[in-house]
């Protein structure tokens, strides 16, 4: 297989009908990297990575590995392995002729195809199972096989499709590990497409926020969760929160705005433009439950409000909080018990309170479509 | 918490209904199979003038070599239009299942010839295919041929009737099964480096097998039981005397029990090919495919 030094999506679309599900896309991907599309389905990541595996056509741009223009080739001379969302085993085969159905097509011999078999059967820990048939494996060992399968080709590209999207909780964390201890034991330049944030976060080299066809934000996972540069995908990396708020002052440094209660919070903005904002401008304050404070000492930003509702979370509560004069309910962690009905006091850093200029047109999915590290009801509820 | 006594007290109440509903289905069973099957055996152990029982009918049938040699042209008739068909049919609907353009007008021109009845496709066939029709005529002006070719009422003749009726029914069977894989197993075949050919030997045919056979099954029954077609583009009397027109002689003898005794042979004969393809089928399923019970 042709290792992946530089392969590149350049303007890549695809339209189905009049919808286009994929519009301009702009990738490059480094040989080696892990890198991840993340965003709500519709979003066109699964279009890109079919596109990008041959299994879709391009309507327009082109796929150039290693400097050389590929869209025209079928799926099969690309030289990618993929793992499909449902794990697409043959269910006529054994695991182990399922893993060398790859090996018998590329005509190696028969012992380097045992050896190889074996060997990739040991990396996913199946080398015991080899004689079952599909619908005699877990859930886990389906997906293992999947991955088995793949890397025994040794691909340019992986290519991982929602992967961990049909395992349970448990086993999504185990197969997460796995997937990661496997791309750094062999090194393979992996895409991986997913609608769960914290699988991007944690495994990815690159994230690659995608909405409605194209790249909403791109950038190292630190980037996208510290630093999102826009309201949808601060919504997808869980800045459950959004104050409305008018511009007072606004500095190089941060920005003042006031709330509808009056109080006074600083803040800042990764947006571009926001350098723009004038006094009186309606912005959107965005922060992250889990990021309030109760300890607010130094933080400069205060909120007081009524508790409605308290979650326990493990590690933390979650408390529903109204504000009182405007309406507003906000979520807040704190790390000891709260009482329904009190009042409290909290913080939050006034380099972790982000403000976005309000969307005209936030689609109707992106809130019920973001999804956080912790599963809330109250934010099912809002 | 009500619902709880109410669905145990139910429940011989659902078996009743259940039985009640399967009824009419049960009736039609029984008056239009179970009956004609007890009638016509007893009627096969008679002899022509009502006596019995004898075994006559049986011992005629199978010392006559000529009779005997119906079964060979029966199977001759009938096995290689069935294997002929299934071989057109699944790659084709294999290919149809890739999505190709204007797929629903070319799978409704495929199957339009199930609404023609046997009648219709013999006088197109005369058209088409005798001496002066449009198919010998073509290969003569293409100098494929010095002279036309006989493809009607002979053994070729059968077989091109048998393959035109039973083609929609067979390609209609092979597509619907075909549809019910899951198309990510063709994609994940791709993704390993198979093209389609290998994807279609390798994946698509194995998986699809237990329906073709079931395709094979009908198909081959339905052929076998030829009679029609063979009165009117075969040779009934020479080269195409099948089982069901060495029946039909002998009840235009007024030899009903003869007749019934050859068409019982038929469907023992039919039962055995069925029988014997099922059980590959249990067996290639039990192998592989099901692939027994899902792991813990």
């Given at each position: 297989m ?36 993340l ?35 079928p ?5 990618f ?44 820990h ?112 869980g800045?459950?929160?959004?104050l ?7 500095s ?5 705005v ?11 903005s ?28 130094d ?43 009190a ?13 976005f ?7 109707a ?18 | ?45 008679q ?15 199978f ?15 009938a096995?290689?239009?069935t ?8 790659p ?6 890739q ?50 070719i006989?493809?009607?009422h ?9 393959f ?15 549809s019910?894989?899951?198309?990510d ?22 998986l ?29 009397a ?8 060495a ?6 003898n ?29 067996w290639?399923?039990r192998?592989s495919?099901?692939?027994g019970?899902?792991?813990?």
């Amino acid at each position: 297989m042709e290792a992946i030094q530089k392969l590149q999506m350049k303007g890549v679309t695809r339209r189905f009908g009049a919808a286009t599900a994929l519009d301009h896309f702009d990738l490059e991907i480094a040989g080696g990297s892990f890198v991840s599309l993340l965003g709500p389905s519709g979003c066109g990541k699964t279009t890109a990575l079919n596109c990008l595996a041959g299994l879709l056509e391009l309507s327009e741009g082109e796929i150039i590995l290693n400097g050389r223009a590929i869209q025209h080739l079928p799926a099969e001379k690309r030289g990618f392995g993929m793992v499909f969302q449902n794990y697409a085993l043959f269910p006529h085969l054994t695991a182990f002729r399922n893993v060398v159905y790859g090996l018998e097509l590329r005509r190696v011999n028969r012992e380097e195809r045992a050896r190889r078999v074996k060997k990739a059967l040991e990396i996913v820990h199946l080398e015991a199972f080899e004689k079952r048939y599909p619908a005699q494996l877990s859930g886990g060992q389906q997906q293992r096989l999947a991955l088995a399968r793949t890397i025994v080709l040794e691909p340019g590209l992986l290519l991982l499709d929602e992967p961990l999207s049909n395992l349970d909780a448990n086993l999504r964390n185990e197969m997460r590990i796995e997937i990661k201890r496997i791309h750094d034991e062999l090194g393979l330049t992996t895409l991986y497409v997913t609608h769960d944030q914290s699988e991007a976060l944690s495994l990815s080299d690159l994230v690659v926020v995608m909405r409605l066809g194209h790249i909403e934000q791109l950038g190292t996972p630190q980037e996208i969760y510290t630093r999102p540069r826009s309201l949808y995908v601060a919504n997808f990396m869980g800045y459950a929160n959004q104050l409305p708020v008018t511009v007072v002052e606004n500095s190089n440094q941060e920005c003042v705005v006031r709330t509808a209660a009056g109080d006074e919070l600083r803040g800042v903005s990764t947006v571009e433009g926001s350098r723009a904002w004038q006094p009186g401008q309606q912005v959107l304050a965005s922060f992250r439950p889990d990021e309030t404070r109760s300890d607010f000492k130094d933080s400069g930003n205060r909120l007081r409000g009524k508790v409605r509702l308290v979650e326990y979370l493990g590690k933390a509560y979650e408390a529903l909080v109204d504000l009182g004069k405007g309406g507003q309910q906000l979520l807040v962690h704190s790390p000891v018990a709260l009482d329904s009905g009190a009042e409290i006091e909290f913080g939050i850093a006034r380099a972790r309170l982000l403000l976005f200029p309000p969307e005209n047109a936030t689609p109707a999915s992106s809130a019920a479509m973001a999804p956080r590290a912790e599963e809330s009801a109250i934010e099912g509820r809002r | 918490m009500a619902a709880l006594p109410s669905t145990s007290a139910r429940r011989p109440r659902i078996a009743w209904s259940a039985l009640l509903l399967s009824l009419p289905a049960l009736l039609v069973v029984l008056v239009l199979f179970i009956y004609p099957f007890i009638f016509g055996f007893n009627l096969s152990l008679q002899d022509v003038d009502g006596s019995g029982p004898t075994l006559v009918n049986y011992s005629s049938f199978f010392s006559d070599p000529a009779q005997i040699d119906t079964i060979r042209i029966t199977f001759t008739v009938a096995l290689p239009v069935t294997i002929f068909t299934l071989a057109i049919c699944t790659p084709l609907a294999y290919f149809m299942r890739q999505g190709v353009k204007f797929e629903r007008l070319i799978t409704i021109l495929l199957i339009l010839p199930m609404t023609l009845g046997t009648v219709m496709v013999a006088q197109a066939m005369e058209r088409y295919f005798g001496p002066v029709g449009w198919f010998n005529q073509l290969l003569l002006w293409l100098h494929l041929l010095s002279s036309p070719i006989n493809m009607l009422h002979n053994w070729l003749g059968v077989e091109i009737g048998l393959f035109i009726l039973g083609f929609p029914f067979v390609f209609l069977l092979l597509v619907g099964y075909m549809s019910s894989i899951n198309p990510d197993m063709e994609k994940a075949s791709r993704m390993l480096g198979a093209n389609i050919w290998q994807t279609f030997w390798r994946v698509v045919f194995p998986l699809s097998l237990p329906g073709i056979m079931v395709a094979f099954c009908l198909n081959f029954v339905a052929n076998f039981g030829v009679f029609a077609t063979d009165q009117l583009v075969g040779d009934p009397a020479g080269a195409t005397h099948v089982l069901s027109v060495a029946a039909y002689d002998a009840f235009s003898n007024n030899n009903w029990p003869q007749a019934t005794a050859i068409s019982l042979i038929m469907g023992v004969l039919e039962l055995l090919v069925v029988v014997l393809i099922l059980w590959l089928r249990g067996w290639i399923v039990r192998g592989s495919v099901i692939g027994g019970v899902k792991g813990a």
